[in-house]
């Protein structure tokens, strides 16, 4: 399988979920990869992004200090680690890979998206 998201499910306002993303090897090892996020009636939006090697990342403002982003090489695997959690961060959640091995935001840079998985925090 190319991409495949986990981890999404229920939670109360400030609390934490860890969303994982299992890659073919052949999209990860020398590719940037990125969290995006979408809700009903809204653009898909950036979140967080690593790039190849996990020296470099890059969060939207409104998830910064309190969302991480970090890669298992060994695994070929990307998460998300969310705390703090808002009504505002409700969404589905999709992991992708990037076309080039540094950090980008914008979802022209990524050329294979994983099916997504639904977050939703209760106030």
């Known amino acids: 399988v190319q991409l495949q998201a986990s981890g999404g499910g229920l939670v109360q306002a400030g609390g934490s979920l860890r969303l994982s993303c299992a890659a073919s090897r052949n999209i990860f090892s020398n590719n940037a990869m990125g969290w995006f996020r979408q809700s009903p009636g809204k653009e898909r939006e950036f979140v967080a992004a690593i790039d190849w090697n996990g020296g470099n990342t890059d969060y939207t403002d409104s998830v910064k200090g309190r969302f991480t982003i970090s890669r298992d090489r060994p695994k070929s695997t990307v998460y998300l680690q969310m705390n703090s959690l808002k009504p505002e961060d409700t969404a589905v959640y999709y992991c992708?890979?990037?076309?080039?091995?540094?950090?980008?935001?914008?979802?022209?840079?990524?050329?294979?998206w994983g099916q997504g998985t639904l977050v939703t925090v209760s106030s």
């Open positions: 992708a890979s990037a076309r080039s091995s540094g950090v980008t935001t914008t979802p022209k840079g990524y050329v294979y």
